[in-house]
């Protein structure tokens, strides 16, 4: 089946890192831009980060952008190293993938293929 399937989230302490990944099926990431999403409790789904299929450009949310970074390392994984992490930061976390982009973007509507998203809980 065609998707995308996030792993690597858990609970971690305020101040700690983790790393997700985001691991294709039937699909290779050298033709998607990938892009990670969150939604906390209460709140609209927002981008996090983003890469493009050649992996040489990437973008990060202004508030975000000195924490986090997205990569990969081959075709068929994309990660979310993140840092200094806050109580804000918990949320679930959802890859996407968009074979129909170029560089990359954080537009919802663009993202073809999602996963089920990872909870990831920063405790005090």
């Known amino acids: 089946q065609v998707g995308v399937m996030e792993s690597g989230g858990g609970v971690v302490q305020a101040g700690g890192s983790l790393t997700l990944t985001c691991t294709a099926s039937e699909l290779n990431f050298d033709s998607n831009a990938v892009a990670w999403f969150r939604q906390a409790p209460g709140k609209e789904r927002e981008g996090v980060s983003c890469i493009s299929r050649s992996g040489a450009y990437t973008y990060s949310s202004d508030s975000l952008k000195d924490r986090f970074t997205i990569s990969k390392n081959n075709t068929k994984k994309t990660y979310l190293q993140m840092n200094s992490l806050r109580r804000e930061d918990t949320a679930i976390y959802y890859c996407?993938?968009?074979?129909?982009?170029?560089?990359?973007?954080?537009?919802?509507?663009?993202?073809?293929?999602w996963g089920q998203g990872n909870q990831v809980t920063v405790s005090s």
């Open positions: 996407a993938a968009a074979p129909t982009v170029t560089g990359c973007h954080l537009s919802r509507p663009h993202y073809t293929y």
